[in-house]
């Protein structure tokens, strides 16, 4: 499996920590590194997931042909 990795500055962390903390904490504040890598990870695999679910249904329809009642 690949490995992503994002860089940032000290000053980006910051931003980072408080706009993910606002998203993700009931009561706002600063969200944690493990705090946000859950969430990009739980992400990616919701992304993931839509993705096949939408590949799947199309493949579905496209499978079935339509009923010629004259």
Do not use: C, W
């Not at 706002?28 to 992400?43: E, F, N, R, S, W």
């Amino acid at each position: 499996m690949a490995t992503i990795t994002i860089n940032t500055t000290p000053a980006q962390d910051s931003r980072i920590a408080a706009a993910f903390g606002a998203m993700l904490l009931a009561e706002g504040g600063v969200a944690t590194g493990p705090q946000i890598k859950q969430y990009l990870v739980d992400h990616i695999k919701d992304i993931v997931l839509k993705h096949e679910q939408r590949a799947a249904a199309n493949a579905a329809t496209a499978g079935v042909s339509p009923v010629d009642v004259t």
